[in-house]
């Protein structure tokens, strides 16, 4: 009875996040997921570049179409319901993978609370991501794997986690080492009637599906790898130094847990006979940890899957310190544990790029409502970041949607530069050169932008009026308070304090404080304000054609 009591406790957490977490991560949640399931579902929508070339599955995708072809049938595909569904499917499978976590650690109480605590886990484990997924997976598959005595249940999730995402090779080829190496079973036998056996029916699978939905024969664990390791085509999306995941990426996402993880590292190498199954899962961090350094392309959910290793370590080192302790000492630890993650796990979950989560709702009322004097359609364009938000899944509407593409250099041109670099690059220029003058009803209806952009293009604008105005980060506050606590501490010591609102500014320069929407004009409406605001600023095309003139 007891372990129903924890499962409904996680299982109450892991809802939670779902209708507390009402922030924008990253692209993925959304452009590899539900938009792939929307486009499969309903026949129009959006596959990015990586679908075209075929280096994502269709697994996770095709199961959350099922979702949506579910609801089309009974008429239930409300955009609400193709929004929470998924979210909902996948905290159903995190909480079960956080259980059978509490069960792997010998169902130790600090280890149902650190992994009900983790900032990171609760921002990320109700999201529809892969590697979301996949760390759920990875968690399963470490509760199945035989620490002590023998079976092979782990080698399923084990195996759709490395045809899902190849990277997850990493973490399970030295596990895969530790149990030949340590199991009473003949190896030749192990690996041939266990090992292959499972690992050719998963990917049998994976490419029937991939195949069917692509239209064509294709093995997409092959496609990732080639693409993103051998062409480094990540590196487009950004580079960040060797040690990266060492010095930033996991001490943030396991955030204040780095501290009692490190004691526990500390535990586990003075005293590695005590904890065997913390040595080979630290030995497992560090290999991956190595592996993945060698890629350019460093993200914080990368490491997402090595969360449930370092947890384990973490509880198996604190269980054991737990008995000497005392009752003070247990309870101001979990309370500082408890504290360090609610409050970034708040701020992040509700407050941080809010925006784009909030501006859905509003287009998806401008595409059921809108009609233009020519009873026409919104045509909506969002000249933002790519990707900024989500797209038709939160829309539902089979309206005319563009936004700045920004598909990587796949033919090797020179002097390569993606649509929204040339856009922000030029906005003026680019406008004059994509959008149409005349007549009038043939520029989009609505436009989507930061307000950072909203003085560049003011010129353009003169045809619009703002309809919305809405709250995306609170980095102008967060600037203005770090900086007067820096100024009252450089004054303290005697020193000059940096700049960060440059700092910020700079951050701001594609993005912005708030997203805004900007309705065209029709016949006989008047927008004064716009047309004072270009007279205000009437350099503004011109320093555009001025940096047109360097760059040519």
Request: charged share 15%; glycine share 4%.
């Amino acid at each position: 009875m007891r372990l129903l009591y924890v499962f409904i406790l996680i299982l109450a957490v892991r809802l939670a996040s779902v209708f507390v977490v009402k922030t924008y991560y990253v692209p993925d949640e959304y452009w590899q997921s539900l938009e792939v399931a929307h486009k499969l579902t309903f026949g129009y929508g959006y596959l990015t570049w990586e679908w075209v070339q075929g280096i994502r599955s269709y697994v996770y995708p095709v199961i959350i179409a099922a979702i949506y072809k579910f609801l089309a049938l009974l008429q239930l595909d409300t955009v609400q319901l193709l929004v929470i569904l998924p979210r909902i499917l996948q905290a159903l499978l995190t909480t079960y993978s956080d259980y059978r976590f509490y069960v792997w650690t010998g169902k130790r109480k600090w280890a149902l609370f650190l992994i009900l605590v983790p900032w990171f886990w609760f921002y990320t484990g109700s999201r529809t991501l892969a590697n979301t997924l996949e760390t759920s997976l990875t968690t399963i598959a470490l509760s199945y794997f035989p620490w002590y005595g023998e079976g092979t249940a782990y080698l399923w999730p084990a195996a759709i986690c490395c045809f899902l995402r190849p990277t997850a090779a990493v973490i399970w080829l030295p596990l895969a080492i530790y149990h030949l190496r340590n199991t009473r079973l003949s190896t030749i036998e192990l690996i041939l009637k266990r090992f292959l056996v499972i690992g050719v029916l998963v990917a049998a699978l994976g490419i029937a599906i991939d195949s069917y939905w692509h239209g064509k024969l294709i093995v997409t664990p092959y496609e990732f790898l080639k693409y993103n390791i051998f062409h480094n085509i990540g590196s487009f999306y950004g580079s960040h130094p060797w040690h990266w995941y060492f010095t930033c990426g996991l001490p943030t996402v396991l955030g204040i847990n780095t501290i009692p993880f490190i004691f526990g590292v500390v535990e586990t190498v003075r005293k590695s006979r005590k904890y065997p199954v913390s040595k080979q899962l630290l030995i497992t961090i560090l290999l991956t940890l190595i592996v993945l350094s060698t890629v350019e392309h460093k993200e914080f959910r990368f490491v997402s899957t090595l969360l449930p290793l370092c947890l384990y370590v973490t509880a198996d080192s604190l269980s054991r310190w737990s008995y000497n302790a005392s009752l003070t000492k247990l309870w101001a630890t979990a309370l500082i544990i408890l504290l360090g993650n609610v409050v970034p796990a708040w701020y992040l979950s509700t407050i941080h790029q809010k925006g784009p989560i909030e501006l859905m709702p509003k287009l998806r009322q401008i595409a059921q409502e809108y009609r233009d004097e020519r009873d026409y359609r919104a045509n909506i364009l969002f000249l933002m970041p790519c990707h900024s938000t989500p797209y038709y899944s939160h829309i539902h509407e089979n309206v005319t949607m563009r936004f700045l593409t920004c598909e990587p250099n796949l033919n090797n041109a020179d002097n390569f530069k993606d649509e929204a670099d040339r856009f922000f690059d030029s906005p003026v220029h680019w406008l004059r050169s994509h959008i149409p003058v005349h007549p009038p009803t043939a520029r989009p209806t609505h436009v989507v932008l930061f307000d950072s952009l909203t003085n560049k293009i003011s010129e353009f604008l003169t045809n619009y009026k703002l309809l919305y105005s809405i709250e995306h980060v609170q980095v102008n506050q967060l600037a203005l308070e770090s900086q007067a606590l820096l100024d009252r501490w450089s004054n303290a010591v005697g020193t000059q304090s940096p700049d960060l609102q440059s700092y910020f500014k700079n951050l701001q320069t594609r993005t912005g404080q708030t997203i805004q929407v900007y309705q065209r004009l029709q016949k006989g409406e008047e927008n004064a304000f716009n047309r004072q605001e270009a007279k205000d600023i009437p350099d503004a095309a011109a320093d555009d054609e001025e940096q047109l003139n360097q760059f040519n």
